[in-house]
């Protein structure tokens, strides 16, 4: 008796566990899967490589400087021949995006140039992750991360001012920047 009773708490706790495992696909399953994958370009930034004075910071700038831990991008290039294969992988990265967990906080662009959102994983002062997706017909879409801790979007946007008046053509940026030309 005392033995069937553990035989059925442990098959009650493994269908609860495998119950409770998520199958849906993931930003970062995203990642992995397309990084290699025949159309894809992917890259990672750790922010040092910026190569940001931060001398030359204000405080704001400095705190978001600092809550930045990396970027990264993976971007399907539009070909002749790979409009299909670009409109599948583009309608998984919007399924993704499409969960509760990835608020978001704008969009803009139209359909001539392109179009984009951006979304966090977090709330306030405690976002973790901002996620820019970005699509044109022309050029194809890039998915980029912007992966940190305790990350505040104003601020976030305060630093992207010094972005712009640094040359970060000369940086491993310059293909996520080419890549939005």
């Known amino acids: 008796m005392n033995s069937s009773i553990k035989t059925i708490i442990m098959m009650l706790f493994l269908v609860v566990t495998l119950q409770s495992c998520n ?4 930003l970062q399953s995203f990642y992995v899967d397309s990084e290699l994958a025949p159309g894809f370009t992917s890259l990672d930034v750790p922010i040092s490589l910026l190569k940001i004075d931060e001398t030359q910071l204000d405080e704001e700038q400095k705190a978001a400087y600092e809550s930045v831990d ?9 070909e002749d021949g790979n409009k299909e294969q670009m409109d ?4 998984k990265v919007k399924t993704i995006l499409a969960n509760p967990k990835y608020e978001e906080l704008m969009r803009g662009g139209n359909s001539t140039d392109g179009k984009f959102v951006v979304k966090c994983v977090g709330d306030g002062e405690n976002v973790d992750e901002f996620i820019l997706l970005g699509n044109s017909s022309e050029a ?12 505040n979007f104003s601020k976030i946007m305060k630093l992207a001012s010094v972005l712009d008046e640094g040359n970060i053509e000369e940086t491993q940026l310059k293909e996520i920047t080419k890549f939005f030309q």
């Open 140 to 151: 194809g879409f890039a998915v980029v991360r912007i992966i940190g801790d305790d990350m």
């Open 70 to 78: 990396k970027l990264s991008m993976v971007a399907f290039v539009a």
């Open 23 to 26: 199958q849906d696909p993931t």
């Open 88 to 91: 599948i992988e583009f309608a």
